[in-house]
Antibody, heavy 125, light 106 residues
Framework: EVQLVEAGGGLVQPGGSLRLSCSAS????????VYWVRQSPGKGLEYVSG????????NYADSVRGRFTISRDNSKNTLFLQMSRLRPEDTAIYYC??????????????????WGQGALVTVSS | DIQMTQSPSTLSASVGDTITITCRAS??????LAWHQQKPGEAPKVLIF???NLESGVPSRFSGSGYGTEFTLTITSLQPDDFATYYC?????????FGQGTKVEI
């Protein structure tokens, strides 16, 4: 059974930093792209970032590029999101997701097939 | 960015009804379209991918159709467990985008 478990959420002041992690199990982690999507009351569901299994392709939404960094540790089946220069508008539940298809199937933009339970990040003074 | 627009925003229905939710893309997305279901206090769950393919374990009363810019999610014989918010989402570019959601309420 696929499981994605986020951790590291919390309250942080504007301008601060926070690192989220997502522990994955139930699939061959190193072979799949994984992603972060966030959900806030004001902006709905918003794609944040993605990274492929080989860690040589990463992408970001314009709203976080230059402030957030995605990474992964395939030896520990863990995805990370390092968030810096946080703003109140970054307040959201952050979800970890996996691609339905292995990277070896050479699908440019595969659909998601599993969501984690989410981690709440609150940026406020 | 590809914009996704759902209608209606809210839909009132009764158990046993058949309902349809529409999703429109701002440009053609072929069949790169997924539907997600979210219940209050829970993470979303993938229902459908590739416009019409049901995820494993999703009841057959759910169906999806469409191609290009217009898509629909239909739920036949609505069950109490189906009252939730539904989101469409395109994955034809790296910047996946979601519709604003359709809340199905009693």
């Amino acid at each position: 059974e696929v499981q994605l478990v986020e951790a590291g959420g919390g309250l942080v002041q504007p301008g601060g930093s926070l690192r989220l992690s997502c522990s994955a199990s139930g699939f061959t982690f190193r072979s799949h792209s994984v992603y972060w999507v966030r959900q806030s009351p004001g902006k709905g569901l918003e794609y944040v970032s993605g990274i492929n299994g080989r860690q040589n392709v990463m992408n970001y939404a314009d709203s976080v590029r230059g402030r957030f960094t995605i990474s992964r540790d395939n030896s520990k089946n863990t995805l990370f999101l390092q968030m810096s220069r946080l703003r109140p508008e970054d307040t959201a539940i952050y979800y970890c997701l996996k691609a339905r298809h292995s990277d070896y199937e050479s699908i440019d933009y595969p659909p998601f097939d599993h969501w984690g339970q989410g981690a709440l990040v609150t940026v406020s003074s | 960015d590809i914009q996704m627009t759902q209608s209606p925003s809210t839909l009132s229905a009764s158990v046993g009804d058949t309902i349809t939710i529409t999703c429109r893309a701002s440009q053609s997305i072929s069949n790169c379209l997924a539907w997600h279901q979210q219940k209050p206090g829970e993470a979303p769950k993938v229902l459908i991918f590739q416009a019409s393919n049901l995820e494993s374990g999703v009841p057959s009363r759910f169906s999806g159709s469409g191609y290009g810019t217009e898509f629909t999610l239909t739920i036949t014989s609505l069950q109490p467990d189906d009252f939730a918010t539904y989101y469409c989402q395109q994955y034809c570019s790296y910047l996946r985008t979601f519709g604003q959601g359709t809340k199905v309420e009693i």
